[in-house]
């Protein structure tokens, strides 16, 4: 078991270290036998290096060498020799060269593992997260957590050069009940009481800028106890950030610069600022999301104009409450069979539309005609118009919803989802589209709850124009509040926040908590804000999301060393898990 | 409140700024009226300058300058100029300049703080900690900050160059108790199971070693639910480090490069390497502890040789039963009256001594002379081989202590201690001082539940030539441990790990751990270590403890942003605290 420290990596050995002994440690990955010389494929993280048992060469390793299987964990000394001509790798940095090894120590032996060590290979998940350990050697996975590797290191670097401070934020902290469900933490020492685990630490980096702390960053864990969906985590990491004496500005432009060079070091592609806006209500009306993907232009129209004098009931109905007629042109569709249209039919009533108005576009002797059972209702203006507003050609589809505002334009934007994959839009290889989504309402209303929520948290600040709203509509105040998009990936968001304990009351009052649970619940912060708080805003971003698209990858769990399955197990330690009577005791507490 | 934004930092204005116009935010720290003119001293993260209402330059901005008051938040704009001659501040790097205001916007105002924002008072630190935020503000704390983000960005940065990958493991893992008490959190999703807050990422390290990652490190947040001493803290933060393929000297090395970089960045130190070295029982003999302080060399000394043939009863007791008796010399100290050495004898019976003998060493015509109570019991060569040994003059004091060997070793080591500061050895401007222990054992007996514990912890190797003597005599094994000492403070530990399941198993058998309760807790790194486990050893530092070490402080608190008491309270925000039945209900617990 004793060994010697390595000369080089198996990623390291090239031509000009021919003729030199070398000391290498690894896995043993691939191995052939081949008239009675054995040639191993040894791997460590930084690569992959032949060595070859030769008997001529070194008869004692040869014989040792016949034992090694998969996956053993052997050091090797050797002398590093030119591949025999037509024997090279072009395929492996190390190709040209082999190792003719003269000592073998096993380092450990290894059992058959239960999938291969390899990318191409379709073992089922659970599997994989069971034995994370040995999926975690699979060059992917290892390139997944280099880049996250780098990703941590670039951040920290360009916000550290940017006077930011990082500051580590309790993760024991008080349980504040507004947002998603806390994660709890019974206290020993304090029968009864609980901490809760931080869904975010918003209240803490605003305590920061009281602090006067000026500019605070931190990569940190946040974990939220919801009803996971399949790409949830229940822990999660957030690059945090916050800033003192700035503007909604002041925050792009911070992070803008992040940004760039996340483009240039990650995909080597220079990021054009300033990265494009677009309001809620636009992003809304044209893409049917407040986090659209624009690598893609297919883009819905308002035609609530076009309709105004409609006399056709469910238009009417429509703009009569305040709702709104969406169109989408889907190029080249007109063709669609009947068939076709009942599926896209089935597919927006399962997000609860009541039906789909469909129109093909053809060709007649007068012009374009359009036809569609709903066709009767329209008048010879508004098919006019509507072939105008959507730029409609003969062969063309087109697709129109009604309705609730919100409701309608979040169908319509499936839709236009699904009519972009149905046209193939998405193409891999196209480039990356970041944007900004701003004016985001403050206030979200609740049909169940009857009562509003703040859409994004309820230290978000309204725009100081639409204040005097707050009492009178407050579904029309716009929040000072930003949400950064990539390739229809909300991968952060943020908002200038309240500064001003007064301002911060008024927002409770709407949110319907009242002064005693604010003051409870938040009364630090409230009480924080009456020594001097500066105006300040910050932003977060979802890291695991972030990572997941640099690295090209469909799931967060790939980006993630250890994750947990959708119902928040993990496979490869079996956590949660029954703990001692002892334990649960001494904290007071008992399961029901 | 709208403002604009800033042209300068308040710590960046300097001569060659003069003339020019400038816009500033901060904090108002200290204001002076003189002679119709507002003097104020405006603060931000970066500094302090002096900014100036005078009527004659502007009017308006003097009128409502009055209404300022201390810690009231303000933007300015006016002009930079020279300060006339003879009010220069050299204590301020702005000091050469003023600002003449010629625009004022208050942002917020502030009611009086409950302490003045200033580091020279004598403020309780509950009080402190309740307005963390005003606390904060205090520019000692925020240096401390800054001292720490600097530590961060090293940390990593030293790692990142050395091809260490940065990886986060989770928070929510499975209770293993083994070691501390466990935070635990329970699963609403799955009924009467828990997740437990990790007392380090210890398996988890040890796993990525097992997939290849190679060289592995974190700052990481660890939690132990423990009966809080004055200066721990629930939850703290670790520099983690594992790499494979490596014996200790690696690990020194790697240890030893961070080391150099914090001692010349921080302290602007020029550190020795390598660190010298001691083992456990060196350390113990010599200073009575395993974390002994070198600034000052005071030693202790093994005098069993001395004694080999006493028939003084309590020393042979000691020999006779495996203990020690343990000589300190104080030098100077021969004068101490009959009240300073009961003073004394208490303090060592306050550790558990059954008594103190003590010895002044006289001048005599015959030469050196031992005058004490105890001195019937010495023979005459016992006499002079004791003055040779601890190398006593005249004047000096020795102490004596004996019995079971760590317990008195302690106890001496508590005197020295105490003997230091009465000699007053340890400077405030003393060269720090860093080693390391080596050679722990690897079990210690526990009498209370009569067993063996683990003294690091049970995936730390033995060293492998002790090996055979788990089974026969596990209190003589040595451990393939090492801790890092910085001025009497444990400031790193760490271990060669045990790789191999078959050493893992016969590990659990010496502790008491059955082989189904190891199945249960760490069945997942036994099983993993079957597939290929690598070599692999690492290390973890306390990095709150540093921080403070190279901050200059006394209390880990002053070295993080929000410190819970010692009960685990954190005053600002009340936290722990009930909550809400129906969220104790949704995760199936009830208080008992």
């Known amino acids: 078991m004793h060994f010697k420290r390595r000369t080089h990596t198996c990623g390291e050995l090239r031509e000009n270290n021919i003729g030199e002994n070398v000391i290498l440690h690894g896995w043993v990955d691939k191995r052939r036998d081949l008239g ?37 964990v052997i050091s090797i000394e050797g002398v590093v020799r030119k591949r025999p001509e037509g024997t090279e790798n072009p395929e492996l940095e190390t190709g040209q060269i082999d190792v003719m090894v003269n000592k073998l120590i096993i380092l450990n032996e290894a059992v058959t593992p239960p999938f291969p060590i390899r990318d191409d290979i379709d073992t089922h998940e659970d599997l994989r997260l069971k034995y994370r350990y040995l999926d975690l050697r699979r060059p992917k996975l290892q390139k997944n957590l280099l880049l996250r590797h780098r990703m941590y290191q670039l951040t920290r670097k360009y916000f550290d050069k940017n006077n930011f401070v990082e500051v580590e934020t309790p993760v024991l902290m008080k349980s504040t009940p507004e947002g998603a469900r806390d994660f709890l933490v019974p206290s020993r020492l304090h029968k009864g009481k609980f901490y809760a685990l931080p869904q975010s630490p918003q209240t803490y980096k605003q305590i920061l800028m009281v602090s006067g702390l000026d500019r605070y960053f931190q990569i940190v864990k946040c974990f939220r106890d919801e009803d996971l969906r399949a790409d949830r985590q229940p822990e999660f990491t957030q690059i945090d950030v916050e800033m003192s004496f700035v503007d909604q500005e002041d925050i792009f432009q911070i992070v803008e610069g992040l940004m760039k060079i996340m483009f240039k070091e990650i995909w080597n592609k220079e990021l054009q600022t300033p990265i494009p806006r677009l309001s809620f209500d636009e992003a809304m009306e044209k893409y049917g999301s407040d986090k659209p993907d624009l ?5 819905m129209k308002n035609l609530n104009h076009i309709f105004h004098k409609t006399e056709f009931r469910v ?8 709702g709104i007629i969406s169109g989408l042109l889907a190029p080249g569709c007109g063709e669609y069979t009947r068939n076709q ?7 927006v009533k399962g997000f609860g539309a009541k039906g789909l108005i469909w129109i093909r576009v053809k060709q007649s002797d007068s012009g374009l005609e359009l036809e569609s059972p709903t066709m009767k209702f ?40 699904e009519m972009a994959r149905r046209l193939d839009l998405i193409k891999p290889d196209a480039e990356p589209k970041l944007l900004w ?36 509509a407050p579904s029309k105040v716009k929040a000072r509040a930003y949400d950064l998009v990539l390739n229809g990936n909300e991968i952060a968001g943020g908002s200038i926040r309240i500064h ?39 932003i977060a971003f979802g ?41 649960l005791r001494e904290l007071h507490i008992k399961v029901r």
């Open 500 to 538: 001003n304990s007064e301002l911060q009351a008024k927002m409770f009052k709407v949110l319907g908590i009242s002064e005693e649970e604010a003051q409870t619940k938040f009364g630090f912060l409230m009480n924080a804000f009456k020594y001097g708080a500066p105006p300040h805003g910050g």
């Open 341 to 347: 249209l009942d599926v896209l039919t089935d597919f």
């Open 295 to 299: 690598r893609f232009d297919l883009e």
């Open 315 to 322: 238009f009417k109905d429509a703009i009569d409450s305040d």
């Open 36 to 72: 009675g010389v054995i040639f191993i494929e040894l791997r460590d993280r930084y690569g992959i290096t032949q060595i070859v048992f030769e008997p001529t060469f070194n008869k004692e390793s040869h014989h040792e060498a016949k034992d090694l299987r998969s996956e053993f």
């Open 437 to 472: 989504v701003t004016d985001f309402p403050l206030f979200e209303w609740d049909e169940e709850t009857k009562r509003y929520y703040a859409m994004h948290h309820p230290f978000t600040s309204p725009r100081l124009e639409d204040i005097p709203l707050m009492e009178t």
């Open 543 to 583: 890291f695991d999301r972030m990572a997941m698209i640099f690295a090209g990858e469909n799931s967060i769990r790939d980006v993630i060393a250890f994750p947990k399955t959708a119902s928040g197990i993990s496979l490869m330690d079996d956590s949660p898990s029954f703990v001692d009577e002892a334990q």
């Open 378 to 417: 329209f008048t010879d203006e508004e098919k006019q118009n509507l072939i105008k507003e959507l730029n409609a050609k003969a062969g063309d589809l087109i697709f129109i919803l009604s309705g609730n505002r919100i409701k309608t334009l979040n169908i319509a934007g499936q839709l236009r989802l």
